[in-house]
């Protein structure tokens, strides 16, 4: 399945939604707009206390972290389809195909291997269920798979916790200068790159196969529009001049999400992540509801509210970002064995 990216077309609105057509019958596709992306970034980097380390203060550190929140959709710009055949998946969940395969969003394991094999298990056992793998019409080998964007938020978390880990060995146990700074460095990029994702979730369409318009039955006469992902990415705020501005005075200080979130078990937090992704799946119709009732026309004097809802869920994507982040450098574990490293390097031989 695809995903609509926008590349910061700044001409007429139809001109663009004119492009966003011809990318959706091409077959490339993203998420947010890259303006969006770097607002959820910037929202998460508001957030953040002060007992967070003060070198991502630099307004260098700053900008490469807003710049990062658009990577993952760049990757997606080239015609490789190896690339495009493990990046694309990781975009979306489809939770209302799950139960296609006898799955449920509450039982899902932390796993991306469990997860991907009980989907070829559901498919060998009754083949006739789902649809024909031609790979003339799956060219990345990837259109069956519901998606794996609450994996991708996992695993990154994981890493930043990792890299986080070696930074405080490299800090407090003799790390020379260069090794801090690539240590930052690596921190930074993953944080960057990690935003995505968590962005991409709170735009609800990432979490349907109703994505682009409503397929299937349609009692409710939702659109059916192949251009709709691509005006709930940005056209519509484009259109409406929307500024970070707007959302910025309701940042709030992140948190640690264990303490949002309490339970016997912290050993992933791929139920936290699972819990953002049901919240903003919850909102996939009323999106489809605003449309109809013509909140995301600029022209209606009511698309003020469609405004705001889409401003909401930009600060809240950054929010959880900005908690994530926040929870992987307060809970990150000791690198023993860097430290072990480090300190026979402090011994004379």
Known sequence: MKRLQQHGCRGAIWTWLAVAGWALATGWGHAWDYEFHRMVNQVALKSLPGDFPNWIQDPAVRERIAFLSGEPDRWRNIPDPTLRHVNAPEHFI?????????LSASSLSP???DYVAQLAIARSKDPSRFPGANPKDDP??????????PWRITEDYARLQSTFSALKAYEEFGGTADEIANARANAVYLMGVMGH????TAQPLHTSRHYNGWVGNNPQ?????KTFHGWIDGGFLHAAGFKFDEISGSVQPARNVWDLNPGPSRESVFPVVMRYVLEQGEQLEWVYVMDKSGLLDPKNPRAGEGRKFLGKQILRGGQMLGDL???????APKDTFLQSQLARRAVPR
């Open 197 to 200: 994702f968590v962005g991409d």
């Open 140 to 149: 990345d080998h990837n259109r069956w798979i519901p998606g794996l964007l």
């Open 94 to 102: 489809d939770l209302d195909d799950l139960p296609l395969y006898g």
């Open 111 to 113: 796993f991306r291997s």
């Open 325 to 331: 982040w926040l929870t992987a450098w307060k809970t």
């Open 221 to 225: 006469g939702y659109t059916t529009n």
